[in-house]
C-alpha cells in the first residue's frame, strides 16, 4: 500500500532557482493538502484542495503555486527559491472534508534554499 | 483567525500518565485532532474529538470542552517509544486542519 508519495526526499537548491514537490495518492481521496514544518514552529497549511480542478490558499501561500489536475496528483511549485523557504514539506490526502476524517501524510520532502 | 496553544515540552517516566493540554480560539470549529510525531517522521493519527467528552482509544484518551476551548489527550502506562512531539489541530470551518506548535514529550526510564 503506497498511500502517500512525495519526491524527491531531500533537495537543495540555489536562491532564485524553480522546483516542483510532487505528491500523489492512490487512496483515491478528493482532498489534498500542503503543509511546511519549521524546527519548534508546527504545520503550517500552504495551500489545499478539495478536488480535481479546485485548489485555495492556507495560511502561507505566497512564493508558492499548485494545481490539482488529476485527483492522484497534487504538485507544489516553487517559482524563485528563497531562505525562507528552507523547510520540510509534508503531502497529506483526506477521504472527507475532515469532518470526522484524518490525515495521512506522506514521508516529507526536505528542501534546503542556499 | 485562530490561535493554538500548548506546552512545548513536556518530561516523564515510563510507566507513568502525563497530560498534554490545548487550548484553541477559532472560528468556524469543526472538531479537534491529535497527532504524533516522531523526529523524522510525518505525523500519524491518534484521536478525534467533535462532541464534549472524552475519547478512550487504548493508552490514550482525548478530551474535549468546546465551551472552554480546551482540550487535553491523556497517555497512560507510558513507554520508551511515547517519546515524540503531539501536535493539537483544530478542523476550522471543515476545510482544513490548522495546527498547534505541538509538544515534545520526552519519556526517561
Known amino acids: 500500500n503506497a498511500g502517500v508519495t512525495q519526491t524527491p526526499k531531500f533537495r537543495i537548491l540555489k536562491i532564485g532557482q524553480s522546483m516542483t514537490l510532487q505528491c500523489a495518492q492512490d487512496?483515491?481521496?478528493?482532498?489534498m493538502y500542503w503543509y511546511r514544518q519549521d524546527p519548534g514552529m508546527g504545520l503550517k497549511l500552504i495551500y489545499y484542495?478539495?478536488?480535481?480542478?479546485?485548489?485555495d490558499k492556507g495560511e502561507v501561500p505566497n512564493g508558492y503555486n499548485v494545481s490539482r489536475s488529476t485527483t492522484e496528483d497534487f504538485p507544489l511549485r516553487l517559482e524563485l527559491a528563497a531562505p525562507s523557504q528552507t523547510s520540510v514539506y509534508f503531502c497529506?490526502?483526506?477521504?472527507?472534508?475532515?469532518?470526522?476524517?484524518?490525515?495521512?501524510f506522506g514521508e516529507g520532502s526536505r528542501l534546503t534554499v542556499l | 483567525g485562530q490561535n493554538i496553544d500548548q506546552p512545548t515540552e513536556m518530561t516523564a517516566t515510563e510507566g507513568a500518565i502525563v497530560q498534554i493540554n490545548c487550548t484553541y480560539q477559532t472560528s468556524g470549529f469543526n472538531g479537534l485532532f491529535w497527532y504524533q510525531q516522531h523526529a523524522g517522521e510525518a505525523p500519524t493519527f491518534l484521536s478525534y474529538n467533535v462532541l464534549d467528552g472524552l475519547e478512550e482509544k487504548g493508552r490514550f484518551s482525548s478530551f474535549l470542552s468546546r465551551s472552554k476551548g480546551y482540550s487535553y489527550l491523556l497517555l497512560k502506562e507510558l513507554q520508551m517509544k511515547d517519546s515524540a512531539s503531539y501536535l493539537c489541530a483544530v478542523n476550522q470551518a471543515g476545510t482544513a486542519l490548522i495546527f498547534g506548535k505541538g509538544t515534545t514529550l520526552s519519556v526517561s526510564s
Open positions: 484542495s478539495v478536488g480535481a480542478g479546485i485548489t
Open positions: 497529506a490526502s483526506s477521504e472527507t472534508g475532515l469532518a470526522a476524517g484524518e490525515l495521512f
Open positions: 487512496m483515491n481521496h478528493n482532498y
